[in-house]
């Protein structure tokens, strides 16, 4: 099994900074991609950054140029350091990573995805 501890979240004024991190531990043989998604109420689940292994980055449009995303290979710790945040920032946001498991022996078994518990963001206008 694997799981995913997130920290960070708060309440920011507007254009204040948070960092969230996500870190991840159990049974796993390598990590595909992380990611952060964030889910405002009565709104679908979006994307709001990935990174895949090779370092490669992906921002939804309201992000760019604000937020950042990284990760520790070495922690299997996924960062997103939000600058400048609005008011529609708000929400709960989630770590998301998927990642290819490891047997009790250690060999890599199957491909899963697996979510963070989520964490608030509130930013005040």
């Known amino acids: 099994q694997v799981q995913l501890v997130e920290s960070g979240g708060g309440l920011v004024q507007a254009g204040g900074s948070l960092r969230l991190s996500c870190a991840a531990s159990?049974?796993?043989?390598?990590?595909?991609?992380m990611g952060w998604y964030r889910q405002a109420p009565g709104k679908q689940r979006e994307l709001v950054a990935l990174?895949?292994?090779?370092?490669?980055?992906n921002y939804a449009d309201s992000v760019k140029g604000r937020f950042t995303i990284s990760r520790d290979n070495a922690k299997n710790t996924v960062y997103l350091q939000m600058n400048n945040l609005k008011p529609e920032d708000t929400a709960v946001y989630y770590c998301?990573?998927?990642?290819?498991?490891?047997?009790?022996?250690?060999?890599?078994?199957?491909?899963?995805?697996?979510w963070g518990q989520g964490t608030q963001v509130t930013v005040s206008s």
């Open positions: 998301h990573v998927n990642c290819r498991a490891s047997s009790s022996t250690g060999a890599p078994t199957a491909t899963f995805n697996f």
């Open positions: 159990g049974s796993i043989f390598s990590i595909n991609h």
């Open positions: 990174i895949i292994s090779g370092g490669s980055t």
